[in-house]
């Protein structure tokens, strides 16, 4: 077990001292809020001495992520931080790097897509690289997110893809809240030496030469695309892996998704991020007036932990699936269609409900969950109906 | 787990302005707290984050773990930490409270006046010129560091040696600060002493 002291540190402050903890080799950024005090902090560590990363101002975020591709080809263990339309500018690049099975980190502290422009949360970001074939984790505080970064870099090297590590712009980044740091040779210990020869293919090889990036034919391109689909559905047991060595050394146990009194739940919430902290206590509310309420928190969002939602929801009557993004596409957001789809999996037939909340920072209360749940009880009794399958929670019409 | 609920549970609303230090005094009363093996919280409200503008903070501290992320929408203790925000944004400053809820006032005007303005005829009110501190102690209209010795005065949900150390850690930290620790020690401990609470 690690030593481990709890001090008080912001969602950027514990990221970035997980930053310095692991001393990776290359850092490529471009800075966007709320990611560029993450950074600061982290290049004052560089500055200082503390760590051995090479960091390297670049012209973008386009060029920040073919920057992290080529040195995490090369063999460096690679970390970079965006946000927001950040994302969105380096997406390209985001296919690149997992078409090419590119080990590296991209810290997403969640942001608003404009128009009209906001710096603040929601999870239209992430929601961009979902089918990009990263792996994506969601963090719930500062405290998840410290350790999701830590196991994110012997996730991404274990599978041999590119993983996002999720935390909530402003609400986790700029909020301070006790955290347990493990001690650095821990941490160090855990994640192991950056040897370039700990990924199977390094650039720098030079002993066993190969091409990264190569064209591929209609004859071939499928085969490629099909080896990558088939390794990532190995990332669940990788991930399951990696959450249990790391128990070993914190003491936290981690699962693909976190069930709160879900075992007599009738009405089940499900939501990712800073948020599931509010549900949960929407849920103990509501518990106190006795209704049979649970929630669950997607912490692995790609690939989307079907089984253990639909086991989690074997029993339920109802869901509400509550949704940081807007999808735009008469359906509805894309967490609900993924929970929708993971049903299939399970002989019970729930009925599911949908509400977007918390665009572009919007405050979410106890009480505006607590609402959700009831707008799910009427419709699955009949007793109110709907125009379809997602609503608003918060908005003034 | 059990969570933070109930009587155990302190929520605190600051509101100042920005530049004055409001979002730092409130995560240093977190920090003080999680010094003291407590779980501690403060979350900034961002507004167009400008010099001058209001800012409001949400402080909870427990001694349970905190789930929730909402802002504090009924404050056991508010704040005010510039003494304008009394006549512009009284609404947004009184929202959620009730005749229990302890107002704490960086003001130099007398109790009444503050009590009249306010409109709380029977509020716990607590008084401290944290500006005039300021001014004296290092020349500037910083007052949260006087602002924090008034809080745990008033409120005793952290002690003044918990604060001397948050405070003492976080300007040593930093190149910029480190020359006014001893001026922001002396405005902690006489925002504690000057401190009292209105008739």
Request: glycine residues 8%; aromatic residues 8%.
């Given at each position: ?10 969602g ?98 969640n ?10 949360c929601d999870h ?14 969601f963090s719930e505080n500062a405290?998840e997110a ?20 999720n935390y909530d712009g402003y609400i986790v980044s700029?909020s301070?809240e ?93 939501s990712m991020g800073s948020s599931f902290g509010t549900l ?17 928190k ?26 940081r ?33 918390g665009?572009?920072?919007?405050e979410i ?33 | ?42 979350m ?23 789930n929730t992320r909402a ?129």
């Amino acid at each position: 077990m690690a030593q481990t002291k709890v001090i008080a540190l912001t969602g950027n402050q514990a990221a970035a001292e997980a930053m310095r903890q692991i001393n990776f080799d290359v850092a490529a950024v471009y800075p966007i809020s709320p990611q560029t005090e993450l950074m600061g902090f982290f290049a004052e560590y560089v500055a200082n001495g503390e760590v051995d990363t090479e960091m390297v101002a670049v012209d973008g975020e386009h060029s920040a992520m073919a920057t992290c591709i080529g040195a995490a080809a090369a063999g460096a263990r690679t970390i970079t931080a965006s946000a927001g339309p950040g994302i969105a500018y380096m997406l390209e690049n985001l296919y690149i790097a997992s078409g090419m099975r590119i080990p590296l980190v991209l810290l997403d502290v969640n942001r608003a897509l404009s128009a009209p422009l906001s710096i603040h949360c929601d999870h239209g970001d992430s929601m961009l690289t979902r089918d990009t074939g990263w792996i994506s984790i969601f963090s719930e505080n500062a405290q998840e997110a410290y350790h999701n970064i830590i196991m994110s870099v012997k996730i991404s090297e274990k599978a041999m893809f590119p993983i996002i590590v999720n935390y909530d712009g402003y609400i986790v980044s700029h909020s301070i809240e006790d955290v347990e740091i493990l001690d650095d040779e821990s941490v160090r210990d855990f994640v192991g030496p950056s040897d370039i020869n700990r990924i199977p293919y390094p650039l720098l090889n030079t002993e066993k030469p190969v091409t990264y990036g190569a064209t591929a034919q209609p004859d071939y391109y499928t085969e490629c695309k099909y080896q990558q689909h088939v390794d990532f559905l190995k990332v669940y047991d990788i991930v399951r892996e990696v959450f249990d060595e790391f128990a070993q050394i914190s003491g936290k146990r981690y699962d693909l998704i976190e069930e709160y009194k879900t075992e007599d739940a009738e009405y089940i919430g499900i939501s990712m991020g800073s948020s599931f902290g509010t549900l949960k206590d929407a849920v103990d509310r509501l518990r106190d007036q006795g209704k049979k309420v649970g929630a669950i928190k997607i912490r692995l969002y790609r690939p989307f932990p079907v089984k253990e939602v639909a086991q989690a929801l074997s029993r339920a009557k109802g869901v509400v699936v509550l949704d940081r993004a807007d999808s735009f596409d008469g359906i509805g957001g894309p967490l609900f269609k993924d929970v929708s789809t993971a049903l299939l999996a399970t002989d019970n037939n729930p009925f599911v409900h949908n509400f977007i909340y918390g665009l572009g920072g919007r405050e979410i209360h106890e009480e505006e969950f607590m609402r959700a749940f009831d707008r799910l009880e009427r419709l699955e009794k009949g007793i109110e109906t709907r125009e379809n399958f997602v609503e608003y929670l918060q908005v003034r019409e | 787990m059990s969570t933070a609920t109930g009587k155990d549970l302190r929520e605190i609303r600051w509101h100042g302005r920005g530049g004055q230090g409001t979002v730092t005094a409130a995560k240093m009363l977190a920090s003080a707290a999680i010094i003291r093996g407590k779980h501690g919280q403060a979350m900034p409200e961002f507004g167009l984050e400008r010099s001058g503008t209001p800012v409001k903070v949400s402080t909870r501290i427990s001694d349970h773990i905190i789930n929730t992320r909402a802002p504090v929408d009924h404050p056991e203790i508010v704040i005010i930490t510039d003494p304008s925000l009394m006549f512009t944004i009284k609404d947004i400053i009184k929202a959620g409270t009730d005749e229990n809820t302890v107002f704490i006032v960086n003001t130099n005007f007398p109790p009444d006046k503050v009590r009249k303005i306010l409109d709380i005829p029977d509020n716990e009110l607590w008084i401290i010129d944290a500006s005039k501190i300021a001014l004296e102690e290092f020349g500037r209209n910083i007052p949260n560091t006087a602002m924090l010795g008034a809080v745990a005065k008033a409120t005793g949900i952290v002690d003044l040696d918990a604060l001397k150390q948050e405070i003492t850690e976080a300007f040593e930290a930093s190149s910029k600060l480190r020359a006014l620790l001893p001026q922001n020690l002396k405005a902690l401990e006489r925002g504690y002493e000057e401190v009292y609470k209105a008739d």
